[in-house]
């Protein structure tokens, strides 16, 4: 789902500046907002930690490692997540 989430993501992030340089000057604003916080959105996988994971998830195309790496970092279990969808 991740690597899915993040083909469309760029896919997204294309249209819009696309739409940027053929909207007016209020809606280019808009799109712009909306495009700097699609840049700036990080994702990551969260996870509970398991055995063989590394192997597992290599079968789908994810290195868990760096999710892993990021949850471990940054404590994204124990954190508050925010998540805004639409």
Same mark, same amino acid.
């Given at each position: 789902? *991740?690597? *899915?989430?993040?083909? *469309? ?32 959105? @990080? ?9 063989? @994971? ?11 490692? *760096? ?20």
């Amino acid at each position: 789902m *991740y690597n *899915y989430v993040q083909e *469309y993501w760029k896919e997204e992030i294309k249209k819009l500046k696309a739409k940027i340089k053929k909207a007016t000057q209020q809606e280019a604003q808009e799109l712009e907002r909306r495009l700097k916080w699609m840049q700036e959105t @990080e994702m990551a996988v969260v996870i509970s930690q398991e055995q063989n @994971e590394i192997q597992t998830f290599k079968k789908w195309d994810l290195d868990i490692k *760096y999710h892993r790496a990021k949850m471990e970092k940054r404590e994204l279990d124990k954190g508050n997540l925010h998540f805004h969808l639409g």
